[in-house]
């Protein structure tokens, strides 16, 4: 399969969960295989100067009311855990440690987790709670708090994150097909028909 | 007709130029009536903290590549003011002035204005050019020029950036069909979705 989709989100991103409930489907759709490339959002406010968007006066409360509705129509639940954004650099450790393995199944973990976030309202940031959420979801526990402890995956992460930014990465979801970028959520059609057309 | 949009916009969005492009046949497919709606965004910005887009790492530069990539998906010309962003006090009174005696003209005016900035990327900001266009697009110079000076006028552009805020409008498109929000030229669709299905 030649035609390909990376897929950049933070795990604290409620627009990178509602993407992350449709993506495989609307690349399945089109026959492009989807790479799931977590990376972390305060590395790139770092450089843009931007900041959690429930923070911003008048943007926070739209984008809260547009999570819940985008989830409403979408029919998946949703449910902004009591303290967010919260850190996503565990949850991102345990789906890179995974990935070295079975890259599969590492996409099985990122939904286990976004499902817990997002569906349910957890707070994810601890190792603990991703290696509750990755034992429910039929991972080993124990390997998977090995996994986010290692020198490897940690390195592996900060690469990753890197490299987001060197490809222009700013926000989440951010989807790359090509050389072309598309930011958000509302922009995953655009991506996938470029991926058709051959960009216009 | 009952069913309407309000479509906020700057004229100094290249956002809001793309949408502008669009808008009423979007809104005519669903029976709806457009209110066009200029006001600054200079004056969230102030409450958001946001800045010109162009002027921020990484979402600059894509921002200026979308912009343009989305103006040839439309088929329309897209050419970057080299004075940008710029002011648009004036074109928006110019607006607010027409629209006082006659709302479908003051539409002609804004598309004629829209694409003067950003079909052909002029500067828009000085009087002058704003009463140029006008008289370009049939509209009496000499009665734009006066207009754009008039107390009431700036009165009434004043009302109308307070009234947006206060609506919650903090970017450029942003649409809003009942008291239900849309911010982006990529929501204008969801915009005429929640029109038709009355929610989700």
Redo the contacts between chains.
Sequence with gaps: MSKSVDFYFDFSSPYGYLASTRVDDVAARIGAAVHWRPFLLGA?FK????GPLVS????G??TR??WA?GA??RGVPFRLPAHFPFGAVSASRAYYHVRHQDPAAAVRLAKALFHAAFGEGRDISPLETVAAVAEAAGFDSEDILAGMQSAAVKESLKLEVETA?AR????SPFFIVGEE?F??D??LD?AAAWLVAGG?
């Design positions: 790139v450089l843009t100067g931007a911003i006066p008048l943007k409360d739209y009311h547009d509705r409403r129509r930014i222009g990465v700013f926000g970028g930011w958000g509302d922009r655009d216009w």
